[in-house]
């Protein structure tokens, strides 16, 4: 029943987060149990505590290996279906074309945690993670993301200021942001981002 069912649901080199399994008509006991037999007889890998996934077969390497970053983003920042967190800070800078660094510390804001930071490890990934302002979903995930980053933008920038306001305004103007989203968010928004937003003309980009 289990082995179908992860089958169906997640499929090759997904992460499985034990946690979150919940099968109709078994107990969190056995599917604890069902998942260990699985692991012995080889259909499943045990990635790190909790997490799991079914490896496939490689001709090269005997069997494919877990990415970390597809563990962060299944466990941070979004699944199949829903999106409850996002990437911050200097992996978005990177993103945007603010900065040719990369960070050794990737930080993500999330609806799943609840202190204010903590860093942990995730394979060989140091994740700094940190609960979101508001709730984060599909509708507003990309809008905190930048608010974010419009606030961190002096922090990050290997730029001039006009060109980092260019490159700002273009993705607005990019992702189509509306007025009535930017209203949705105001509880998200700090003094010095909203001063940012008018000093730099980015508010008049947001359409009615």
């Not at 090269?60 to 911050?88: A, H, N």
């Not at 960070?103 to 999330?110: D, K, Q, R, Y």
């Amino acid at each position: 029943m289990l082995k179908t069912y992860l089958m169906e649901n997640y499929g090759y080199n997904e992460p499985i987060f034990l946690n979150d399994l919940t099968i109709q008509g078994l107990s969190e006991n056995a599917v604890r149990q069902a998942v260990k037999r699985l692991v012995a007889n080889g259909f499943l890998e045990r990635y790190d505590n909790g997490i799991y996934y079914i490896p496939k077969r490689d001709g090269l390497l005997g069997k494919s290996y877990l990415d970390p970053s597809l563990v962060i983003m299944r466990k941070y920042i979004q699944s199949k279906s829903e999106i409850y967190g996002y990437v911050t800070g200097e992996s978005f800078a990177n993103q945007l074309g603010l900065t040719t660094q990369m960070p050794a510390v990737i930080e993500v804001v999330t609806n799943r945690e609840a202190t204010n930071g903590r860093t942990i490890t995730v394979g060989s990934e140091r994740v700094r993670i940190k609960k979101a302002p508001i709730m984060v979903s599909d509708s507003n995930a990309d809008l905190l993301q930048l608010l974010d980053s419009i606030g961190q933008a002096e922090k990050y920038t290997e730029l001039s200021i006009h060109e980092t306001i260019d490159i700002l305004i273009s993705y607005v103007r990019k992702k189509c942001f509306t007025k009535d989203q930017l209203s949705e968010v105001i509880p998200a928004l700090t003094g010095a981002t909203a001063k940012k937003l008018i000093e730099w003309g980015m508010i008049y980009e947001f359409a009615s």
